[in-house]
């Protein structure tokens, strides 16, 4: 069951695999929670041997404050800075992220701004905005009524998760936000992953967000596999964090 904490700006559930300290932090997508890595941070937490923490962001599972209306459009940012005060309540002072599609942008925001990280495994993240992705966070908002539905079973209030989320990604402001700029700033080992058969991205989002970061990063496409990548091949999600987590071990000693 997950475990709370209560901060000035938030009350973040939260929930931890395996003994000791965490070393392994992961962040959920947009309309994500911890219910939803399914299996993920357990595996992981059996295969390195480290504890693994996920938590709920703000709004999502039983986490507080819950939004009303659309998130700012720079909320990424916000949840990056939460991230690290979170970090720093929880005395983790050398976390390896790993975070899928919103969750993989607030790890490449953390690591850009100097917060202090281990490494990254970026999952499906999103450094710009894609016209597809738009497309499809539009489609959803015309009929919403299904994954408001099936999102009630990790959210304490899924309408309005969906509607914070959704309505901030379809808006004219966040459609020019952009970090690639930013990237370059990642000093740490980033392995950024995507499936060829994501309907929130096309390749370029993989290569330009690669190329960015420069020396530290490394892309991996995925043939076959979609925007849920943990859904579909948790063996290879598994296998492609522990390898890149001991990498990073062995790097910083």
Do not use: K
């Amino acid at each position: 069951m997950p475990e709370r904490i209560d901060m000035i700006e938030a009350s973040v559930e939260y929930e931890v695999w395996g003994a000791g300290a965490p070393r392994i932090v992961m962040l959920h997508d947009g309309l994500g929670s911890i219910a939803q890595w399914r299996d993920t941070p357990a595996e992981l937490a059996d295969r390195t041997g480290v504890a693994v923490m996920a938590y709920n962001r703000p709004g999502h599972g039983g986490s507080t404050p819950v939004p009303t209306g659309p998130w700012p459009t720079l909320w990424l940012h916000d949840q990056a800075r939460l991230l690290a005060r979170l970090l720093e309540e929880l005395d983790i002072p050398d976390p390896f992220l790993v975070g899928h599609s919103d969750g993989g942008s607030i790890a490449l925001l953390h690591a850009s701004s100097g917060g202090a990280c281990r490494g990254v495994v970026a999952l499906a993240p999103h450094s710009f905005v894609e016209p597809v992705c738009v497309s499809a966070i539009s489609a959803m908002r015309a009929d919403p009524s299904r994954i408001i539905r099936s999102l009630g079973a990790h959210h304490a209030d899924p309408a309005a998760v969906f509607e914070a989320w959704s309505g901030v990604w379809v808006s004219d402001e966040f459609g020019r936000w952009d970090i690639r700029d930013r990237l370059a700033e990642i000093s740490c080992p980033t392995l950024v992953v995507q499936g060829d058969a994501d309907d929130y991205a096309t390749d370029h989002q993989l290569r330009s967000t690669v190329d960015a970061i420069g020396e530290p990063a490394s892309g991996q496409l995925l043939p076959g596999v979609g925007h849920l990548i943990h859904h579909q091949r948790v063996d290879l999600v598994v296998d492609l964090v522990a390898v890149a987590f001991v990498a990073a071990v062995g790097r910083t000693g």
